[in-house]
């Protein structure tokens, strides 16, 4: 299935990082892929610790968005372009180590092959990348089709996603900020914010 965190409110990246420690407190494989982000924020040191857990993010960072030239712009473009070809690349490769091992699993008890998500994915910031072209969008919905979201969970934030991709979504959370100290001039903090 889905998931699309959305909204102007704090919260869509901590939300999916809820997920991510669900999922791997559940031995499901994770793959948290950040966009726009750079590997400084605090839960990374606590999950690149965990074995089932595994996350991806641009060696090169440019900062925001309407601070990168043209040519950052087509640079930070490809590096995504990249990041999405190894997402599928890791999902095609547990997924056949997973489907091996239910095999295995289904002789020795002579039983069904197991139920539930097998996989989950998160595509942290990718909406602001497809609203500033650095990703088609549709490049992501081929790499959703691809997959059974019976197997395969995919959690995607950011602000403003199109109307084409909420519709695509079988969850939806709008994350609405109703007060947020940076009105009064307080500026993002370790270990809150980020």
């Known amino acids: 299935m889905v998931h699309v965190y959305c909204g102007n409110g704090k919260g869509k990246s901590t939300a999916s990082i809820g997920i991510c420690v669900r999922a791997a407190g559940n031995d499901i494989p994770v793959l948290l892929v950040q966009f726009l982000k750079d590997d400084t924020s605090g839960e990374l040191k606590v999950l690149n610790n965990l074995s089932n857990v595994q996350v991806m993010h641009s060696d090169k960072f440019f900062g925001f968005t309407w601070d990168m030239n043209e040519e950052e712009m087509k640079e930070q473009a490809d590096i995504f372009s990249k990041m999405l070809a190894k997402v599928e690349g890791w999902i095609d490769e547990k997924l056949q180590e997973i489907q091996g091992d239910e095999k295995s699993e289904a002789i020795q008890r002579d039983s069904n092959i197991m139920t539930g998500i097998k996989l989950l994915v998160i595509l942290d910031e990718i909406i602001p990348t497809i609203d500033c072209k650095l990703v088609e969008e549709s490049v992501l919905f081929k790499l959703m ?37 940076y009105e009064k001039g307080i500026t993002a903090r370790p270990g809150v914010e980020y």
């Open 145 to 181: 089709d691809k997959y059974n979201m019976n197997d395969v969970e995919i959690v995607l934030t950011g602000r403003n996603p199109s109307e084409k991709l909420k519709s695509r979504a079988d969850y939806i959370s709008c994350i609405e900020a109703v007060k947020h100290p």
